[in-house]
């Protein structure tokens, strides 16, 4: 193997603002657009066809010739009672852990006074029925379920249903481990649809050949994916909500001399090893750290499982190492880079996390990896990513809830406040908004 040495961006003696640091800071060349071309004729065909397009895409794309789309509800109990005792403990302790986390999350009714005899109540209202996307290419990720079905159940969403692509491997069906923990979580409604075209089956739900509604459509979708699954997340969006975009993991770790770099390396190959479009990032003010990084990297990736896979991500232009001046002037482009997970190893580590305003989760601190957060701090892991943590949060609780206005007012408050009313209709020369109010009192 060559030399693994991460590509560098020495940002040190410069001023940049938030723009120009998003010119040159490394990033994964996944463009979401660009992949609607190919999404959209798909999500299209399983909306005017529905089941027989679904088992023609399982086909093509995952090269399983699948019957049925839904898994059956013995076989779901039956991967349940063959998993692996260690396994299972794992599922239930992430399951407890998920569920103290987002039972804070739910919101509570409030309702405001805002004149005698004038209420305005907000309601938390769960969707009725959500779709959750578990990805199943080169891993299986029983997790991904924990983190999409807690805070759907969380929010009491009365209808859940997964899908997860069907593998050749199993015949058609899913990896075993996920639909044990379906069966854990006490969800009945699987399918083994991957891809774009298990965003539409969601979106428009789908009929089997004679007419049969197969599959209801739903009101919320959820859950990673590859580019394609994201880029139908965007073509649907509208039909149904979605949580976000979330394309290939991200992790960018700031930190200082203080940073130990057997972590780094180490959580930076964690997160290599999901896809070769991964991207890592270390953020430094200490050239030593960076050097010292990569000499550990080598020798890591070279021990590691998956090392064409990690080699391949770390070499990427999506990963690298950026040099600056100052922890401040490290804070300026990790809020910049906005990454789906933001590892802290600096001295004062809380302080400095408490200053972060643009990641989708903050590990905080040398024993808070971004693997921790995979599957057992309790956090979500379904997380923006492509920078979208600007102005995205991860999934949650309020992902599968909407908030109702209630007015209630009588008929003082409404005269009280009706001239006021009126005037703004008129001076929106809209009168009829003003006389329906007006007509309550014979005007």
């Given amino acids: 193997m060559t030399i693994l040495e991460l590509h560098r961006t020495d940002l040190r003696g410069k001023t940049l603002d938030a723009m120009a640091l998003r010119s040159v800071l490394p990033r994964a060349d996944v463009d979401v657009a660009a992949a609607l071309a190919t999404v959209a004729p798909i999500c299209e065909d399983v909306r005017t066809r529905g089941v027989p397009a679904l088992l023609e895409l399982t086909a093509r794309f995952d090269g399983v010739g699948i019957t049925d789309v839904r898994v059956p509800a013995e ?13 299972r403990a794992a599922l239930e302790e992430s399951i407890r852990r998920a569920r103290l986390v987002h039972a804070d999350q739910r919101r509570s009714d409030t309702t405001t006074t805002v004149a005698p005899g004038g209420t305005v109540t907000e309601r938390w209202v769960p969707v009725a029925r959500v779709g959750l996307y578990v990805p199943g290419g080169r891993a299986v990720y029983p997790s991904s379920v924990v983190m999409n079905v807690v805070p759907a159940q969380v929010a009491g969403v009365a209808s859940i249903a997964v899908t997860t692509p069907a593998q050749r491997e199993f015949g058609g069906s899913a990896h075993p481990t996920i639909l044990a923990a379906c069966a854990l979580l006490g969800v009945e409604e699987v399918y083994t649809v991957g891809g774009a075209q298990a965003i539409a089956m969601f979106a428009y739900g789908a009929r089997d050949a004679d007419g049969t509604v197969v599959v209801r459509p739903v009101d919320v979708v959820t859950g990673p994916g590859n580019v394609y699954v994201a880029s139908a997340k965007r073509y649907v969006q ?5 949580d976000s975009e979330a394309g290939p993991t991200e992790i960018a770790v700031l930190a200082d001399e203080t940073a130990d770099p057997v972590h780094v390396a180490a959580d930076l190959v964690s997160q290599a090893e999901h896809d070769p479009l991964a991207a890592a990032v270390l953020v430094t003010t200490s050239e030593a750290l960076a050097d010292a990084v990569d000499v550990e990297l080598q020798r890591r990736v070279a021990a590691t499982k998956h090392a ?14 950026v040099l600056v001046d100052s922890v401040e002037a490290g804070l300026a482009v990790v809020d910049a880079y906005g990454a789906e997970h933001l590892e802290i190893q600096t001295a004062d580590a809380r302080a400095v996390a408490a200053r972060v305003r643009s990641a989708g989760a903050v590990f905080v601190g040398p024993h808070s990896p971004v693997s921790l957060g995979d599957y057992c701090a309790g956090s979500n892991h379904v997380l923006p990513t492509g920078g979208t943590a600007a102005h995205s949060g991860g999934l949650s609780v309020q992902t599968f809830l909407r908030g109702v206005h209630v007015v209630d007012y009588d008929e003082a408050a409404l005269r009280e406040v009706a001239p006021h009313v009126v005037a703004l209709a008129e001076s929106e020369d809209l009168p009829a908004h003003g006389e329906a109010v007006t007509a309550r009192f014979g005007a």
Avoid at 308 to 321: D, K, N, P
């Fill in 238 to 242: 509208g039909v149904v909500g979605i």
């Fill in 75 to 87: 076989q779901l109990r039956a991967a349940l009672a063959d998993l692996d005792p260690q396994v």
């Fill in 308 to 321: 064409g896979r990690v080699e391949e991500a770390l070499r990427g232009r999506q990963s690298g190492t």
